[in-house]
């Protein structure tokens, strides 16, 4: 009698009928075997799917050139399929689970003719975690199944945790015939099930990522009690050894992965990384709150990484242990054979191919890499990985940081007042867009918690189920927001950045275990001046006041486009939130 996962397999090849099935175990022999397939058999827009980039620079590495019109996630035609539409609400975009079914069925229908088949059985989590989660998915693309050996834990052990159960996460996913007009991404959370055709993209199609592990996971979290969360996890070492695990939120653009891989300039400290992604967490035996990363490897935007940026990631593209890296829409060195981007180096190499294939002009005014270029690498092979990474149990968070890019309105750093304080806090979070993004530059978008595309429900109801856990857990994280991104009146960065962040967050640490005292401001608990680390940094007085001031009149009218937001939402807004915003007004008149 064949098992659940095997029956769905079948049910699955019935439909879209391929012409072989490939079940993955996860070796490295079967990742050299369909790289080489990728190399000499597969191919996308006339290309084969994988070539070979210059091994003594970039060891067991490979490039990849996806459809040029297949280069991002595809927002508008993601869909969360819950049957009532309010309870999927106004951050997704949804369809009748019937409705979507019908659409997808139909386009799977013998959509494999002439492929194959891959089985890709992984688990979210290290196999022997309680809150690791057994998942299996379908794709007829080999760089799917190549990127997901490299970003999930994939192979038996995944089979044998599914077991005779058929609550497993299904994926189903096939590039067909990447025509944008049959582009979609279809998530059933009460049915454990993502469905994606026409994208051969990462987030669109690695469905472990973004689709699981966050959308479907959020609404597993929701209906479990944990959290499903956009954050990276760190372990910060001071100088007496002690590590202190911070979790981070941040919309795109504002240092994420950065903050995940920092190298700290102050003496003694060092970052142990532990993702830069996506944090589940639970609540643990003790009371406090427990994160693990999900995920196997890194899947990250190659524009702006330098030495200069984050040299741990430049190291961890080079140190490659595990096989394989791939490098996706880049430009390439044609001198070297190496993948290029800007922010690389601050001047182009001489001959490149830009991310299109075509020799690169840069009297164009073009990007030579696409902006949203990537590298997908074993998180494995990070210098700076925590011994505690394969902790099953997860690592005790003591803070939780959240931050956006704004030049104004927001102090460098502050320490929110108490649980619901921190939440109304993250959930007006907000970032001023770039011109790159939007064409617009400094237009603020309400980005709670940095989850907004990928809350797997109403966002009213995960701020509901964040208030929760006052009551879920006895030890609860402090909670921060940061800003380092607040500028002077003639334009100019007030904060470095990058590395002295790390100033930053030792003040966290210290207010953490109480070693120092605070000053309450209308934001929150921001530092007294003498416990925030400047030495050596050229910044006046007067820049370093600038960092902690709060405009009130910038604030009020913030204040108009937060019950904006909130009244999207309707009363599905809880009224510990309201409450908040009601104290802050308060605030505000005084």
């Known amino acids: 009698m064949k098992t659940p996962l095997e029956a769905w397999v079948d049910r699955c090849a019935q439909l879209m009928q391929p012409d072989k099935i490939y079940w993955m175990d996860g070796s490295e022999d079967e990742a050299r075997r369909l790289v080489e397939i990728g190399k000499t058999e597969e191919k996308i827009d006339g290309n084969y799917i994988f070539s070979d980039i210059n091994a003594d620079e970039y060891p067991h590495s490979f490039y990849h050139r996806s459809h040029p019109t297949d280069v991002s996630r595809t927002e508008h035609l993601t869909f969360v399929c819950l049957p009532n539409k309010d309870d999927a609400g106004p951050n997704n975009n949804w369809m009748d689970p019937a409705q979507a079914k019908e659409k997808m069925y139909a386009l799977y229908a013998g959509c494999m003719k002439g492929r194959t088949m891959y089985v890709i059985p992984f688990m979210m989590g290290h196999p022997s975690s309680p809150y690791a989660k057994p998942c299996a998915q379908i794709s007829d693309s080999a760089y799917v199944a190549v990127s997901m050996r490299i970003m999930t834990h994939l192979g038996k052990e995944a089979i044998a945790r599914i077991g005779t159960s058929d609550t497993f996460f299904k994926g189903v996913h096939s590039i067909g015939t990447l025509n944008p007009e049959n582009r979609w991404i279809m998530h059933f959370p009460q049915e454990n099930t993502v469905m994606s055709f026409g994208s051969g993209y990462g987030g669109n199609a ?61 003496k ?10 996506i944090a589940w967490i639970n609540v643990g035996k003790d009371g406090r709150l427990y994160a693990i990363n999900p995920e196997n490897g890194f899947f990250g935007v190659a524009p702006g990484t330098s030495e200069k940026t984050n040299p741990v990631m430049i190291q961890t593209l080079k140190n490659n242990k595990f096989f394989p890296t791939l490098f996706t829409n880049t430009a390439l060195d044609t001198d070297t054979r190496t993948p290029w981007w800007e922010g690389l180096t601050s001047t182009p190499p001489a001959h490149l191919i830009g991310w299109e294939g075509k020799p690169y002009d840069p009297a164009s005014g073009k990007p030579a890499a696409h902006p949203n270029s990537r590298f997908t690498v074993s998180i494995k092979n990070c210098p700076t990985l925590s011994k505690e990474y394969d902790n099953p149990n997860g690592v005790p968070i003591s803070g939780i940081i959240f931050g956006g890019r704004r030049k104004t309105t927001v102090p460098l750093v502050a320490e929110c007042f108490n649980w619901d304080h921190g939440v109304f806090s993250a959930s007006i979070m907000g970032s001023e867009t770039t011109a790159a993004a939007t064409q617009q530059q400094g237009v603020v978008r309400r980005d709670p918690m940095a989850m907004l595309p990928f809350c797997g429900y109403n966002m009213g109801d995960y701020f509901k189920h964040w208030l929760s856990f006052k009551t879920r857990a006895k030890h609860l994280p402090k909670i921060f927001m940061v800003n380092w991104f607040k500028k002077d009146d003639d334009g100019s960065f007030l904060w470095p950045g990058y590395r002295e962040n790390s100033r930053v967050i030792k003040w966290m640490i210290d207010r953490v275990k109480n070693k120092v005292a605070a000053q309450e401001s209308l934001l929150g608990n921001v530092p007294v001046p003498a416990d925030l680390d400047f030495s050596g940094l050229s910044i006046t007085e007067t820049a370093r006041k600038k960092l902690f001031d709060i405009n009130t009149q910038d604030w009020k009218k913030e204040i108009a486009d937060i019950e904006e937001f909130y009244a999207k939402f309707g009363d599905r807004i809880p009224r510990e939130l309201h409450d908040q915003l009601a104290i802050l007004k308060k605030k505000l008149d005084r």
């Open 206 to 266: 690695l469905l472990g990522k973004k689709c699981y592990a966050l959308r479907i996971a959020s609404y597993l979290g929701y209906t479990e009690g944990w959290l499903a969360e956009h954050m990276i996890v760190i372990g910060v070492e001071s100088p007496d050894g002690e590590i202190t695990y911070f979790l981070g939120a941040f919309p795109s653009a504002c240092g994420k992965t950065n903050l995940a891989l920092l190298d700290p300039t102050l």
């Open 268 to 277: 003694g400290y060092k970052v142990w990384t532990l993702g830069d992604d």
